[in-house]
């Protein structure tokens, strides 16, 4: 089926095609690897499929588009070092079947192409999202976005183990999500062959008829602030508890209502890569996003967002309520 966008088709299909190809490769290295990685502490199935799929989309950028940096999570410093050639060869070993044999001098510099600093127009990356719940067997995901003028515009999102963006629940051939502004948030299967579907956010209004969306690790959460918060909202549901940007997938597809980070000392602002390719997808699907206090994300600040106070994604007739109710949620930041 043809793609369900007219704008960006050229950015569009180099991003559907690239991540889609990195989640076919972390998928491999996480079949072949994790299973040692219990017992093998020097190289992590995380850190290796993380360069690979960075060095992946950034060899395809610097190929499509030459002039675009790409503002990734990782960068090469540590792989050149004597003491991790050992997971530089195994980097090399899971590329070669998409790049064909290349050396660790161009893999690195495929890497540290994806190292680069924000610009007018530029992309943002996370290889993995959601480390924890990719180690697991549970939910994570490979995304990638386009900023111009501190403006999302595109963002494509492989969540390798999202059964369809409607639950948590693991399993399917995965879900491929695309979002485009001005023309909607849809979602495919991992092989981006089978239908789009457009996504859609919930109309509840309602405290007490809203799910809420939450990290499945603790300490990712401000579980004392979360707690008063749920009361003071109302929430009677139990939250759905989740690894990474899949859930702004499951929230764009109606099937969660809202989702919070709160700013700590540990976590004091977010990175770029773990908001802006998920947020677009929310916005597009008829959603709502600011941080805390009610103020647009400001993508101009770095590569964090520093001009920010946590995130506040909804369904949109959510957002004024919990924005009134924040304002009494008492906490450290
Ligand atoms: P999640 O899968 O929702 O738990 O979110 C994963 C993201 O949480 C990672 O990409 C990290 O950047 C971010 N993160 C890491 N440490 C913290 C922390 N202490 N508090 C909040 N977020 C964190
Ligand atoms: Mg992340």
Known sequence: MSLPFKGYQNEVTFALESVRLAAELVKTVR??????????????????????????VAKHLQETFPKDPLVGEENASELRSELEQKTIQRICHFLEPFLGKQSPQTVCDWIDHGSQSPAVRFWTMDPIDGTKGFIRGDQYAVALALIENGDVKVSVMACPNLRDGNSADVGGIGTLACAVRGEGTWITDLTGRGLWQQLKVSQHAEGSDAVLLRSFEKKHIDSPRMTQFSKLLGLAHPPILMDSLAKYVVLASGAGDLMLRF??????????????????MIEEAGGRVTDLDGKPLDYTCGRQLKGNRGVLLSNGALH????????EVSGPV
């Not at 290796?48 to 060095?55: G, I, L, P, Y």
Request: hydrophobic share 45%; aromatic share 10%.
């Open 31 to 56: 079949a072949q690897m994790v299973q040692a990685a219990f017992t093998k502490q020097d190289e992590s199935p995380v850190t290796v499929a993380d360069f690979a799929a960075q060095a992946l």
């Open 263 to 280: 700013p700590s000392s540990d976590h004091p602002y977010e990175w770029i890569w773990d908001q802006a390719p998920g947020v677009i």
């Open 320 to 327: 004024p309520r919990v924005l009134s109710i924040l304002k």
